[in-house]
């Protein structure tokens, strides 16, 4: 079954860097775009960036446009989100993930999630 596992949020001070992993499996990773998003308690989940399955073209929600990257490594079966110039308002809980058809119309899968803190 489709797995989507994240690593390598923290806690960072304003203005540094920190960079997400998901490890993905149980479907053809390089057929799928993958992306992003972002939640914190009481709101909805956001999209952050996406990528598509090329690798080329990825598109970013403004207000991480300039200091947000994401990549991805068909040959590992990875996505990344390379993020710098960190800011409070960038607290929340990043979510890895894959959508396509499914038997039923569109199927949405998910990670567990990892917090990612910027305080001083």
């Known amino acids: 079954q489709v797995q989507l596992v994240e690593s390598g949020g923290g806690l960072v001070q304003p203005g540094g860097s920190l960079t997400l992993a998901c490890a993905a499996s149980?479907?053809?990773?390089?057929?799928?775009?993958m992306s992003w998003y972002r939640q914190t308690p009481g709101t909805e989940r956001d999209l952050v960036a996406e990528i598509p399955r090329t690798g080329t073209n990825a598109i970013y929600v403004e207000s991480v446009r300039g200091r947000f990257t994401i990549a991805r490594d068909n040959g590992k079966n990875r996505v990344y989100l390379q993020m710098n110039n960190l800011k409070p308002e960038d607290t929340a809980v990043y979510y890895c993930?894959?959508?396509?058809?499914?038997?039923?119309?569109?199927?949405?899968?998910w990670g567990q999630g990892t917090q990612v803190t910027v305080s001083s």
């Open positions: 149980g479907f053809t990773f390089s057929d799928y775009a």
């Open positions: 993930h894959m959508g396509r058809i499914g038997i039923n119309g569109w199927d949405d899968f």
